[in-house]
């Protein structure tokens, strides 16, 4: 690991830093949400079919195409970030991102072009799941890159406030949309309004991210070899696939949550619960006010106490509580009960989530860090949080049991604990309380790289 001295940061530079590595996050989040909350109006304008099972499930597949190509991005992206550095990188996908949003919001539908109107709405979710590939990882690894010693899992969980943000600004939206326009009105172009205010982002993402500086480790990385960075896939498996096994272990557990019970939560509501869509996006709001402010403290606790040391006890409790939340919530569903199951769940979700950008970064070599944190990432939000939805939707209409979502969770959580617990990586992030913020790492696990 580079023990240089960074060179110092005035505020103005990290306020930078900060926001540039956040925009893009949010943007990100409230576009995939916004999908989420109108995934029953979205089917019918695109996905039109005598079945409103088959059509939802449509929906809810193109929801989950743009996670599959999400790993690619990641690498190609994020391996560009870790050669070119993180600014120019996330310039590029802010602009990905914006294009995306607003093909999703001005294409027309089924009815007006046919066939072409699902195709385009396909592409824009390729290219978006291409941005958002590199997204976090690069993001993460800016900040991270940027906070000064034993302050790295709080500067990384604004990462996840911005997610926390697009969430009360998605679903404060979609609550006003459904509150005030008639059912007529939400079909004919309501549902476009989250989108089409998504892609003014873009422009101001841009701006702000093509004025910031290059972080502090890189550029002590790129003096001390003389050159740009490169790793080849083949020495970052060989170097990191430990590592990324355990990073995808941290994700794993708090993708599924997120995904579940804020994308999955008002379909779930609708379909299975029979409750209104604005009741479930009222829950959504207040979780993500209450995620804004907890994200920091989860990470200033992880700063201070070991992050690693407490995923095993967060994640345990929340493996026995799901169960109990979602039995709840089905056995007499109402607005008061899902709120009040939703405010436990989002003190979990926080908890467990807060520390994760820098959990993931701090286990990455400097120059291999944006592509190490978003491959990983993304493998596991693909897996275990794209597919949730459409998984859990066949899996309930499958058997019929509507505490299917709390089983996943379940599974999710024991997946969790067994990589973090059977991997180098994490059995040393777990014995060593300060790894990641700048002591030397254990041997076989990222140190090759420190000498290339």
């Known amino acids: 690991m580079n023990t240089s001295p960074s060179p110092r940061l005035t505020p103005q530079q990290v306020r930078r830093a900060i926001v540039a590595s956040v925009v893009g996050n949010g943007l990100e989040w409230f576009d995939f949400l916004a999908y989420g909350y109108f995934a029953k109006t979205i089917a019918k304008v695109f996905f039109p079919t005598h079945s409103s099972y088959l059509s939802i499930s449509l929906t809810l597949a193109t929801f989950a195409i743009g996670f599959f190509v999400r790993p690619l991005g990641g690498v190609l992206l994020g391996a560009y970030a870790d050669r070119v550095g993180r600014p120019r990188v996330l310039s590029l996908l802010i602009l990905m991102m914006a294009a995306s949003t607003l093909m999703i919001g001005l294409t027309p539908g089924y009815a007006t072009i046919g066939i072409a109107a699902p195709c385009i709405v396909v592409l824009a979710r390729l290219i978006q799941g291409l941005a958002v590939g590199a997204q976090f990882g690069t993001a993460s690894a800016m900040l991270v890159e940027y906070a000064p010693p034993g302050k790295k899992m709080f500067y990384g969980s604004f990462n996840m406030s911005s997610q926390a943000f697009a969430l009360i600004l998605s679903s404060g939206c979609g609550y006003l949309l459904t509150t005030w326009l008639s059912p007529e009105q939400l079909h004919s172009w309501g549902w476009r ?18 004025r910031v500086d290059e972080s502090p480790e890189f550029e002590a990385l790129k003096q001390r070899l003389g050159h740009a960075p490169r790793t080849s896939l083949r020495s970052f498996v060989r170097d990191n696939g430990d590592a990324a096994l355990c990073a995808m272990g941290v994700i794993i557990v708090g993708a599924a949550a997120n995904y579940l019970w804020h994308s ?30 907890l994200f920091p403290v989860s990470g200033k606790l992880a700063d201070r106490y070991g992050a690693y040391r407490l995923f095993y006890p967060i994640v ?9 939340l979602f039995w709840y919530v089905v056995a007499d569903p109402s607005p008061a009960r899902l709120l009040s199951a939703q405010i436990i769940a989002t003190v979990f979700m926080a908890a467990m989530s807060g520390p994760h950008p820098g959990m993931l970064a701090t286990i990455f070599p400097v120059q291999a860090r944006s592509a190490g944190v ?53 059995r040393a992030a777990y014995a060593e309380r300060d790894y990641g913020q700048g002591v030397p790492q254990p041997v076989g696990v990222t140190t090759s790289h420190t000498t290339h």
Request: avoid cysteine; aromatic fraction near 14%; charge should be positive.
């Open 193 to 210: 309004v989250p989108f089409l205010l998504g892609s003014l982002i873009g422009p101001l993402g841009f701006y702000i991210r093509h």
């Open 374 to 426: 978003a491959l990983s990432y993304n493998l596991a939000v693909t897996l275990f949080g794209g597919l949730a939805p459409v998984t859990v939707t066949w899996l309930t209409h499958l058997t019929g049991n509507n505490l299917m979502p709390a089983f996943y969770l379940i599974a999710a959580a024991l997946i969790s604990l067994a990589l973090v617990f059977f991997t180098r990586t994490g």
């Open 264 to 293: 999955y939560l008002p379909i779930y509501v609708q379909r299975q619960l029979h409750m209104p869509l604005k009741a479930a996006l009222l829950t959504t709001l207040v979780s993500g006010a209450i995620n804004f402010f």
């Open 316 to 324: 345990i409790l929340w493996l026995l509580s799901v169960y109990p």
